[in-house]
């Protein structure tokens, strides 16, 4: 599985922007880039997933960087509900388990 | 609405006691998985199941087991024989089992022994 390094937590304020970092310096050239949020006591939501470049869905953005070490998640207008614990997961081709980690809780002020 | 239904919300166990986790898709999957997750911890893989009739260990299956009878349903049992069951249990499916699709999940359900 492929190491991830994410801040453990950021702050921003409702209706700005909102870039997540993710660093996965030994990332595989077949593995998919997922991301995932958790609210408190719920299951992990999908987000947003991707291999080379960048994708758009109606959530989010990912930027992707060229030698795929690394990864953007942004979110463009931050809500009130997008608080939560964001996780960059790697999944290798063929993996059947996404691997967890601490990922980044994001704090959202009014 | 389409989704993965997981029941009961809460549940409290006796100790020795086994007691069975529902989770249901109708999202018309082929793929369906079971994790764990420990208070301020990541998601640990129990069982995964890529077609009816056939399902593999992860990471934590002792002390677990899981049926895969129908397409649309994937119980998992917690056994007597699992020492420490109190956790959040989460349910998944995916369209198919593979990394360009993403996993879907259900709210949980919560088990503690009594």
């Known amino acids: 599985d492929a190491k991830t390094t994410q801040p453990n937590s950021m702050e921003s304020n409702e209706e700005e922007p909102v870039h997540l970092p993710c660093n996965h310096s030994t990332i595989s050239g077949t593995d998919y880039i997922h991301w995932y949020r958790q609210l408190p006591s719920q299951g992990p939501e999908y987000v947003i997933h991707?291999?080379?470049s960048n994708v758009n869905n109606r959530m989010a953005s990912l930027a992707i960087a060229e030698d795929r070490k690394s990864s953007t998640l942004i979110l463009h207008r931050a809500t009130l509900r997008d608080a939560a614990v964001y996780y960059c997961?790697?999944?290798?081709?063929?993996?059947?388990?996404?691997?967890f980690g601490q990922g980044t809780r994001l704090t959202i002020n009014p | 609405d389409g989704g993965i239904t997981q029941s009961p919300k809460y549940l409290f166990r006796k100790e020795g006691q086994n007691v069975t986790l529902s989770c249901e898709q109708n999202l018309n999957h082929d793929a369906m998985y079971w994790y764990r997750q420990d208070p301020g911890q990541g998601l640990r893989l129990i069982y995964y199941?890529?077609?009816?009739?056939?399902?593999q260990k992860g990471d934590i299956a002792e002390g677990y087991s899981v049926s895969r009878e129908k397409k649309e349903s994937f119980p998992l049992t917690v056994t007597s024989a699992q020492k420490n069951p109190t956790a959040f249990y989460l349910c998944a499916s995916s369209q198919q089992g593979d990394s360009n699709q993403p996993q879907h999940f259900g709210d949980g359900t919560r088990l503690s022994i009594l």
């Open positions: 199941s890529q077609i009816v009739n056939d399902f």
């Open positions: 991707g291999l080379t």
């Open positions: 997961i790697p999944l290798e081709e063929g993996a059947q388990k996404l691997v």
